[in-house]
């Protein structure tokens, strides 16, 4: 390469505007050596630095930027000439109305970070593929009905994000992504996880939230690095006994599904925090639930609990209890070893009393509303923070001492 061209590249890609304007004057003499070059030709330089220009006109010279940021409904395209921008590293389109990729997005070889959320894209050219640097990908929100396969050649990849598209089923190449560790496929309408889904070996966070999920595949007992799992609104009616493996899941959410039992290998979640399975069929708990320890939120409102296990009596860390819309008809003098919960709502049950033990819960709040009482143990009572029993409580008899307590509330 001549001297005088390499000096011309100089002047092209420093940190100067003056020099830009320069070198886009000199580059006329040298049109065929910067089309051999970079592929394009200078009249594509002069539109990618004015398209630039365009959007960040605070840019001294948009042939360097590094990151380019835009939301704007009036960008629709992106133009070819995108590759010409070799040392971008983060691309943000949020809020756009692009509807396509250019394939010469694979110039692109230092890029990292690309955000196209709540565009219109139909579809992901498959050189997308070569973006080899690429580890945060997020096109939330937009038309996808698939992906291509090559999607599975961006080894580096760590975040994924595929919410609220038309997705009917995670493709094969995603299960090739051994660096992922964190996948988003929320609002779909995905009925099956793939057995590979058990090759995400570093996976930390899946939320498969709003989908169309029947049943879970054994295999996913392999995410043992797993620590917070989104399946609420799916049609689930059980659990793979394999979600025992997840031994450092800390939060499982699963409402709005058909569960209607628990499998006693919920019990080995030893780091288990968060519970969270309302609007179910569960009739019982497996007794194994005792077993985690480190669970501080338990929310099992709107199913059919007809009673709870003396082993509840062991979530010694439970500060939250929610089990209002259930058939509840006692409640096991065990409640009172959870010495740290501080909100229990078991409204709208069929309680007519209470163990005395619940007493010993010096911090608790606790929602009465719509049972059928018919006597509390009122010393008890008053050791609480508070009783909530609504306006329609068939409890009117109390003593002097507990309705000056204003600890109880209608």
């Known amino acids: ?26 580059a006329q003499a040298y049109s065929s050596e910067l089309e051999e070059y970079s592929g394009y030709n200078i009249e594509d330089y002069h539109f990618m630095i004015n398209w630039v220009w365009k959007w960040m006109p605070e ?11 835009v939301s704007c409904k009036r960008l629709t395209e992106i133009p070819k000439q995108i590759g010409l921008l070799k040392n971008l590293n983060i691309i943000n389109f949020s809020g756009c109305r692009i509807s396509s990729l250019p394939t010469e997005i694979e110039k692109l070889e230092q890029l990292k970070t690309l955000v196209l959320e709540n565009n219109e894209l139909r579809i992901l ?19 996808l009905k698939e992906l291509p396969s090559e999607i599975g050649n961006l080894k580096e990849l760590t975040f994924l994000r595929l919410d609220k598209n038309g ?14 560790v964190s996948l988003t496929l929320r609002y779909n309408q ?39 799992i989104w ?41 288990l925090t968060t519970l969270d399975i309302p609007y179910n069929q569960l009739k019982s708990l497996p007794s194994e639930i005792g077993a985690l320890n480190q669970l501080k939120h338990l929310k099992m409102c709107y199913n059919q609990l007809e009673e709870l296990p ?32 501080i909100r229990l709502d078991i409204s709208f049950n069929q309680l007519k009393t209470l163990p005395v033990e619940i007493g010993n819960l010096k911090n608790l709040t606790l929602d009465l509303n719509r049972n059928k009482l018919e006597s ?35």
């Open 376 to 410: 509390l143990p009122e010393e008890a009572l008053l050791n609480l923070y508070s009783v909530y029993i609504g306006k329609r409580a068939t409890v009117k008899i109390w003593s002097k001492e507990l309705k000056k307590s204003g600890k109880i509330i209608r």
């Open 167 to 180: 997705l009917r089923k995670i493709p094969d190449g995603i299960m090739q992504l051994k660096k992922l």
């Open 125 to 143: 050219p498959d050189t997308i593929g070569n973006l080899k640097k690429l580890s945060y990908l997020n096109v939330d929100r937009n038309q």
């Open 310 to 341: 003396v082993e509840i009596g062991n979530v010694q860390k439970l500060n939250y209890l929610y089990l209002s819309y259930n058939k509840l008809k006692y409640i096991p003098a065990t409640i009172g070893g959870l010495k740290k919960l």
């Open 190 to 228: 995905i009925d099956e996880l793939p057995a590979t889904i058990g090759n995400l070996k570093k996976l930390s966070y899946l939320d498969l939230m709003h989908n169309e999920l029947k049943k879970l595949p054994s295999e996913i007992g392999n995410l043992k690095k797993l620590k917070v």
């Open 1 to 26: 390469m001549k001297s005088d061209f390499k000096n011309l590249l100089e002047l092209l890609y420093s940190n100067n505007k003056e020099n830009l304007n320069l070198a886009l004057e000199l």
């Open 59 to 69: 840019v001294e010279n948009p042939l360097i930027i590094e990151k380019i940021v």
């Open 231 to 271: 399946l609420s609104h799916n049609q689930r009616e059980t659990l793979p006994p394999t979600i025992g493996n997840f031994g450092k899941l800390d939060s499982l959410y699963l409402s709005h599904n058909q569960i209607k039992t628990l499998p006693a290998e919920i019990g080995n979640l030893k780091k």
